[in-house]
């Protein structure tokens, strides 16, 4: 395992990497030039919970070279142990910016997951902001993650050899996917973006800016769909908040 291009830190048992933009690109530029596969994972407070129960899940967050911030509540967490640390930054923010910081750098890219047409609506919405950016090829996430279709979606990433390979199957079968593949894709580094191609695509609607600026894009969805998001957010920020204040009251 490569030693991480930017600073860790522990949040109650997984690692986290505080990082601003220039540094998650500069951590990324670095990873691809080393020329062995590496991992840009997302955290939140879901993820930071999964990885609480899932100890294969909690081992690739601690080896991957970056787990960039992504929820408000990660970021409450973090600075209620102590650390210093940036704004969150979500996939919805993201997503452009990266795409610029692609086509500067030459980079070719490869977009899998979302529904059927989500990743290549994402595609042409990079594309009409970055002209030149080297997209060789997307795949919704609607596919058999075993047998001859995924040995086809692999054959496929393969064939096109993405510099960067953005996987959105949702936490925790994207990184689940990733695992059981890894040794058989022939990329450079891989970023794990959950449901963000629904969202940079507009086939779903993203909160209010305000209630992102606040960090409340977790009680959008919550009211958007009460009954799917009720135990991720409502029980899983209270078990995640009071794991935290336990880890920073123990001597």
């Known amino acids: 395992m490569n030693p991480s291009p930017l600073k860790k830190v522990d949040i109650a048992g997984s690692s986290i990497t505080p990082a601003t933009l220039s540094e998650l690109h500069a951590g990324i530029a670095e990873i691809i030039a080393r020329n062995d596969k590496g991992f840009v994972l997302s955290?939140?407070?879901?993820?930071?919970?999964?990885?609480?129960?899932?100890?294969?899940?909690?081992?690739?967050?601690?080896?991957?070279?970056?787990?960039?911030?992504?929820?408000?509540?990660?970021?409450?967490?973090?600075?209620?142990?102590?650390h210093a640390i940036p704004p969150r930054l979500t996939w919805a923010d993201w997503g452009l910016p990266l795409a610029k910081f692609i086509t500067d750098k030459g980079y070719s890219l490869f977009l899998l997951g979302g529904p059927h047409g989500a990743a290549q609506m994402?595609?042409?919405?990079?594309?009409?902001?970055?002209?030149?950016i080297?997209?060789?090829?997307?795949?919704?996430?609607?596919?058999?993650?075993?047998g001859d279709e995924n040995h086809a979606i692999l054959e496929q990433i393969n064939q096109a050899t993405p510099d960067i390979l953005v996987v959105g199957l949702g936490m925790p079968l994207q990184e689940k996917w990733i695992l059981e593949n890894e040794d058989r894709l022939n990329?450079?580094?891989?970023?794990?973006?959950?449901?963000?191609?629904?969202?940079?695509?507009?086939?779903?609607?993203?909160?209010?800016?305000?209630?992102?600026?606040?960090?409340?894009?977790?009680?959008?969805?919550?009211?958007?769909?009460?009954?799917?998001?009720?135990?991720?957010?409502?029980?899983?920020?209270?078990?995640?908040?009071?794991?935290?204040?336990?880890?920073?009251l123990t001597p």
């Open 43 to 82: 955290g939140n407070v879901h993820s930071m919970n999964l990885a609480a129960k899932l100890p294969w899940l909690k081992d690739f967050f601690n080896r991957a070279d970056i787990v960039r911030v992504d929820g408000a509540g990660l970021v409450l967490g973090a600075r209620i142990l102590g």
């Open 134 to 146: 080297n997209i060789v090829g997307t795949h919704h996430g609607y596919f058999a993650k075993q």
């Open 122 to 132: 994402t595609a042409e919405i990079f594309r009409q902001k970055n002209p030149s």
């Open 187 to 248: 990329v450079k580094i891989i970023l794990t973006c959950g449901a963000a191609f629904e969202y940079l695509s507009g086939t779903k609607q993203r909160c209010p800016k305000w209630m992102g600026d606040a960090g409340l894009e977790w009680l959008y969805r919550l009211l958007q769909e009460p009954k799917r998001m009720f135990k991720r957010y409502v029980v899983g920020n209270t078990v995640f908040i009071l794991r935290v204040l336990r880890e920073r």
